[in-house]
């Protein structure tokens, strides 16, 4: 929905003009859309001034946020170099603006495979997507897996979250996670 709102603002704008058109999200945090060249993408920034934002993530899968309390929960296009080339992949990250943000993708599928009775490992490697709602006042992560036809393992899964638990995935990235940066903007970000 969001996204359909941007592109109408970028085509009510003048995508010819390249200015950037923002919608706000709430608690400080707005999507940007950048069009230019052929291309077109989605970023996630936080205004720290009025005149200042600053970058949370420059590319967003277009999945929507949720934001409680000042954390955002948002799904990335994270860039990769595999076996098979170049590509983009989502992620699932948390953030409290001005801190990085923190890929939790494998906390929350660690979590879900427990709780699923579920291998982590095959968890992460038929990991597709994540989809955050807010539903009932908690977090309620829609997961997507690759499956073959006639296997065992599910398609879809969830995994719900109360806040307090989120922050506690924040907490743990601050004092065990990795300084990362994407491979294609540079942008930083910490990772589990």
């Given amino acids: 929905m969001r996204m359909g709102l941007v592109l109408l603002g970028l085509g009510l704008a003048g995508c010819a003009s390249n200015k950037d058109a923002a919608t706000p999200l709430g608690h ?4 940007v859309a950048h069009a230019g060249h052929g291309s077109f993408r989605v970023s996630l920034e936080y205004l720290e001034t009025a005149d200042k934002p600053l970058m ?16 955002v929960v948002f ?18 990250f948390a953030v409290q603006a001005p801190a990085l943000p923190v890929d939790i993708t494998d906390t929350v599928l660690w979590n879900w495979a427990k709780s699923a009775h579920k291998d982590f490992n095959l968890a992460r490697e038929n990991f597709s997507l994540a989809t955050p709602v807010e539903k009932d006042g908690r977090l309620e992560l829609q997961l997507d897996f690759w499956s073959e036809e006639g296997s065992k393992w599910p398609d879809k899964g969830t995994l719900t979250l109360d806040w307090n638990q989120v922050n506690g995935m924040l907490l743990q990235a601050k004092q065990r996670g990795v300084l990362m940066k994407d ?8 990772g589990q």
């Fill in 28 to 31: 400080g945090y707005e999507e």
């Fill in 75 to 92: 799904v990335g296009d994270v860039p990769f170099v595999g076996t098979g080339g170049r590509g983009m992949h989502p992620r699932l």
């Fill in 183 to 190: 491979l294609r903007w540079h942008t930083p970000y910490v």
């Fill in 56 to 71: 949370i993530w420059p590319s967003l899968y277009d999945q929507g946020e949720v934001i409680h309390g000042g954390v």
